[in-house]
């Protein structure tokens, strides 16, 4: 039997589609769809702001955020927002731009946990490794953490 055949043997076809799915808008009556005008004086600026061409960012940007908070589709909203890596458009209460710093943070923590695994691996000591890495031990204690690393037979610092 092939292993699709097995999966699909052993869920619902539902589930199936749900964790398969690479990647699509989020199915549903999104808040956004509809114009509030208590929060945008015209459909057309409530629009632009979630399309990411805010025509006043400071009022538009927190009133969209307001909006997606009430939004029944916030969650499937954000996995569309990592899945697609969409570079524009606000969704799920961040602009393209916050979250392409999150992504931009979250490969810089990727890249320092390789860099922590290394090292932890040729038994230098935490203290160390911090300094060469310009961080504070308490990071490189929690990147062990989460690496699954623990520290017992090495002094804390150097
Ligand atoms: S979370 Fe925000 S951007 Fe996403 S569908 Fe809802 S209102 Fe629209």
């Known amino acids: 039997m092939e292993p699709h055949d097995e999966i699909e043997n052993r869920l619902p076809p539902d589930a199936l589609f749900w964790a398969m799915e690479p990647f699509g808008p989020p199915l549903g009556e999104a808040a956004c769809s509809m114009w509030d005008p208590k929060r945008f004086p015209t459909m057309r600026e409530q629009q632009a702001a ?19 908070c009430t939004c029944p589709l916030l969650e499937g ?22 979250r ?19 090292l932890y691996a040729l038994n230098v000591p935490t203290a160390i490794i911090a300094r060469s890495l310009g ?4 990071s490189i204690r929690s990147d062990l953490r989460e690496l699954g690393k ?9």
């Open 150 to 158: 623990g520290r017992s037979h090495l002094p804390p610092t150097a």
């Open 50 to 68: 979630f399309d990411g061409e805010p025509t006043v960012p400071e009022r538009d940007i927190p009133q969209a955020r307001a909006m997606c």
């Open 100 to 118: 392409r710093k999150k992504w931009r943070k979250a490969g810089e923590i990727v890249k320092r946990r390789r860099r922590v695994a290394e």
């Open 77 to 98: 909203c954000r996995r569309y927002a990592q899945d697609s890596r969409d570079e524009h458009v606000f969704l799920a209460g961040e602009t393209a731009e916050e």
């Open 135 to 138: 961080q504070a031990e308490r």
